[in-house]
């Protein structure tokens, strides 16, 4: 019954900016750490930053200094905003309650020039 609804990816250039947003639905929003995880083709499925229900934060190595994750409970919303994006940023991602991950369909990102 769990639901996450990811968006904001797209195309943008080496050094660029996005955010994205994931809506989550049948869940007690409010008391969940969130995460947001990504997956290159050929590469492992990475877990890039989470956020706990206490709002402290944290990231892998790879994005920390240029992403940022946020959350809303009132929404039941999670962000992520990117920046100084680099190519090997390129991936499809999710957002998932952590402890028990469920996949949606997840938001392509395309770092190109």
């Known amino acids: 019954q769990e639901q996450f609804v990811e968006s904001g990816g797209g195309l943008v250039q080496p050094g660029g900016s996005l955010r994205l947003s994931c809506v989550a639905s049948g869940l007690m929003f409010r008391i969940y750490a969130m995460g947001w995880y990504r997956q290159a083709p050929g590469k492992e499925r990475e877990l890039v930053a989470r956020i706990n229900s206490d709002n402290m934060s944290a990231y892998a190595d790879s994005v920390k200094g240029r992403f940022t994750i946020s959350r809303d409970n009132a929404k039941n919303a999670v962000w992520l905003h990117m920046d100084s994006l680099k190519a090997e940023d390129t991936a499809v991602y999710y957002c998932?309650?952590?402890?028990?991950?469920?996949w949606g369909q997840g938001t392509q990102v395309t770092v190109s020039s």
């Open positions: 998932s309650r952590i402890g028990r991950i469920i």
